[in-house]
């Protein structure tokens, strides 16, 4: 095994390691450990009873172990939003940010690197009630499957955007809290991926790190006074971990944070921080740290009064899309020229308003569906929401679930009341149906629908 690996990379960890080096090695030749990490408002412990659980993730009140990889793909719970599957050191932000950051108020959180959603998914389960949670992805390419997995996940307070970091900068001050997951060399996936091995080189680490320490000057502009902010790779080497987090803390009146515990669970301090060994723990390697900030009062910024491109709805196109809401006055509706309708909660409405300031083009709000003369066609988002709307549904057994997700359903239960219903699996619904009696139509997204054939 050691000699397929770089020989930079070996000699590296040998210092690193210098006592239990093998053992880290041997590791590396295992099957990686497979977790997930379930959705509060979705589903409860008591629903997994068809996952192969192993064991709890010690440091996150919702991740679990599984005996084996089952194939997700087939469950309809998991494109239900039910479940993220996430690797299980990375779920130790949970941890970090219970220990370092007040969850009595509401916040403002920016995942400034955000993709494909497993640290975001985390947050929004974590983050206090009326908090406001900002997921950002640099690379358009990989915004699509953030906000997918956004959307399955069905928390209305997290919205999404696409800029560079530094586009941030006008809000300066303004987040409490700002995580970073930096992209990195990927030192830390080697047991599970043979491309992160052959890619590896001195010259990636350093261009890695300075890519870094480039989006931490500026994330660390963006935290308010006494506001926390988050760094962490997926990597084992100094350049990206504790050389990065000392010249952030001096450079920039941003002192570490000591957490409590850690050791509890075979977690190595790095003098600043905290790193994850797959040898020490059912994990891949993970590094992180927090730092409090110090220095700065709080951003007083301008907001707009209208968003970019958008109107506010009429009376009566507000009267035509009420009855899909549970509490239509909560919530603040905008159109686009097209009928494109989108909404965010009211509590929410000022804090949207100078982003659309402050951005180029402000933030993604959420579809609500598309107003078509006196009609209204719901988007996928009001059925993934939990408790939005209250609309009937009607539930499905698990091969038609299937069926219905690979937009090849045929047939509905004969109980199935008419008109527009969700479609549900174990009580938790996976997207619209349009019940006529003699046919229906599936209103399930074509781009997230299953593409593999199903097992008979």
């Known amino acids: 095994m050691i000699n397929l690996l770089p020989t930079g990379f070996v000699e590296q960890m040998k210092k690193l390691l210098p006592t239990d080096f093998e053992q880290f090695f041997t590791v590396l030749d295992t099957p990686p450990p497979v977790s997930i990490r379930y959705n509060p408002r979705k589903i409860s412990f008591e629903n997994l009873e068809h996952m192969p659980i192993k064991s709890q993730v010690p440091w996150h009140p919702y991740g679990y172990y599984l005996e084996s990889r089952p194939s997700f793909t087939f469950d309809p719970l998991f494109h239900a939003g039910a479940y993220y599957v996430q690797e299980a ?16 108020k509401p916040l403002r959180i920016l995942d400034l690197c955000a993709a494909p959603g497993g640290k975001t998914t985390l947050i929004a389960s974590w983050m206090p009630e009326g908090s406001l949670l900002i997921a950002n992805e640099v690379i358009r390419s990989r915004v699509t499957t953030l906000k ?206 100078i982003l659309d300031y402050h951005l180029p083009v402000g933030v993604w709000l959420h579809d609500a569906g598309q107003l078509k003369g006196d009609k209204f066609i719901p988007a996928h988002t009001l059925a993934m929401v939990p408790s939005l709307t209250h609309v009937n549904s009607v539930e499905l057994e698990e091969s038609d679930a299937l069926l219905y997700l690979k937009k090849e359903l045929n047939q509905l239960p004969v109980h199935a009341p008419s008109g527009w219903l969700t479609a549900n699996y174990k009580g938790i619904p996976l997207g619209w149906i349009r019940n006529m009696g003699s046919r229906f139509n599936n209103y399930y997204p074509s781009t997230l629908r299953i593409l593999k054939e199903i097992k008979k």
Not at 290 to 299: E, I, N, P
């Open 89 to 104: 050191s990375s779920m130790f932000l949970h941890e970090v940010l219970k220990q370092t950051t007040p969850s009595d």
């Open 148 to 353: 997918q997995n956004l959307l399955k996940w069905g928390n209305i307070n997290v919205f999404t955007s696409n800029y560079d970091p530094e586009t941030f900068l006008p809000l300066t001050g303004w987040f409490d809290v700002v995580v970073v997951d930096a992209p990195c060399s990927g030192e830390g996936l080697f047991r599970k991926n043979n491309q992160a091995r052959q890619e590896w080189t001195t010259e990636n680490i350093e261009l890695c790190s300075a890519r870094q320490r480039r989006i931490l000057r500026i994330a660390q502009q963006l935290v308010a006074t006494g506001g926390t902010l988050i760094y962490s790779t997926c990597t084992y080497n100094s350049s990206e971990n504790e050389m990065n987090a000392k010249l952030l803390s001096a450079e920039d009146d941003l002192p570490t944070l000591p957490l409590k515990r850690y050791e509890n669970w075979n977690i190595r301090s790095r003098q600043p921080g905290y790193q994850f060994y797959p040898h020490l723990v059912e994990g891949e390697g993970f590094y992180i740290n927090a730092f409090r900030k110090a220095g700065r009062v709080r951003s007083n910024l301008k907001h707009k009064k209208e968003f970019y491109k958008l109107s506010y709805l009429n009376n009566k196109e507000k009267k035509a899309i009420a009855p899909w809401f549970a509490e239509p006055d909560n919530y603040s509706y905008l159109k686009d020229s097209e009928g494109n309708v989108y909404f965010f909660p009211k509590e929410h409405g000022s804090d949207l308003l």
